[in-house]
């Protein structure tokens, strides 16, 4: 079975610019998250999505950061524009289910952005 | 509030011998705990997960955790490690309060000396 699919792998721009990120989950799968990975800590959340809709985007810097899942399929993440602090790895995961631990969460391999 | 809390942010060992990177955990609800690795420019991987069954979980590649409610504690273990464990590993909590995102804790960068 095909991974969860990222593209692209690396990034370089300038602070204020813009970027965009794509993920392509597993099939079938209902459920796609984002998370922020700073060099040295852990994944955290940004966004979840359930098909198209959001579930959560509490921690989203919603001034700068949107996402969208059109069709509940593939998903978009822009930053625009881009401050040095969003240097960081961007995760996509995807699972088949929602709202319950059963169901384990597949992660791609990254977006790797850096911003100078 | 849920947290997870990695003691150590490096670890050395020798090959062939135990492993144990260190866990606590914070919870308002009954946790579900995780153990993912990272290997270099790879995506994170499920080593294994505790979800209120057994508290002694075994894992792939010959990794197992034992829940501690007592002790707040999710450690994992390996009896003997191989040059290719050497990798990032995260201990996860999903609290189920709400949504379904994970909390990460910063990881444990384990390194294998020959």
């Known amino acids: 079975e095909a991974g969860v699919a990222q593209s692209p792998r690396y990034k370089i721009i300038e602070k204020r610019q813009s970027v965009a990120f794509w993920c392509n989950p597993i099939s079938g799968h209902a459920t796609l998250y984002w998370y922020q990975q700073i060099l040295g800590q852990g994944p955290k959340l940004l966004i979840q999505f359930q098909n198209n809709g959001v579930v959560d985007d509490s921690q989203l810097p919603k001034d700068r950061f949107s996402a969208e899942r059109l069709k509940g399929v593939d998903s978009t993440l822009k930053i625009q524009p881009a401050k040095l602090e969003d240097s960081a790895v961007y995760l996509c995961?995807?699972?088949?289910?929602?709202?319950?631990?059963?169901?384990?969460?597949?992660f791609g391999p990254g977006t790797r952005l850096t911003v100078t | 509030a849920q947290s997870v809390t990695q003691l150590d942010s490096h670890v050395s060992v020798s090959e062939g011998t135990p492993v144990l990177l260190r866990c606590n955990y914070s919870s308002s609800y009954s946790p579900s705990l995780f153990w993912y690795v990272q290997h270099p420019n790879k995506g994170l991987q499920l080593l294994l997960k505790?979800?209120?069954?057994?508290?002694l979980v075994k894992g792939i590649n010959g990794f197992e955790a034992e829940f501690k409610k007592s002790e707040t504690s999710f450690h994992l273990t390996k009896p003997s490690a191989h040059m290719s464990d050497a990798a990032e590993y995260f201990c996860?909590?999903?609290?189920?309060?709400?949504?379904?995102?994970?909390?990460f804790g910063k990881g444990t960068h384990l390194i294998i000396q020959p």
């Open positions: 995961a995807s699972s088949f289910g929602f709202r319950g631990s059963s169901y384990e969460q597949y």
């Open positions: 505790y979800t209120s069954a057994a508290t």
């Open positions: 996860v909590l999903y609290s189920g309060g709400g949504a379904d995102g994970l909390t």
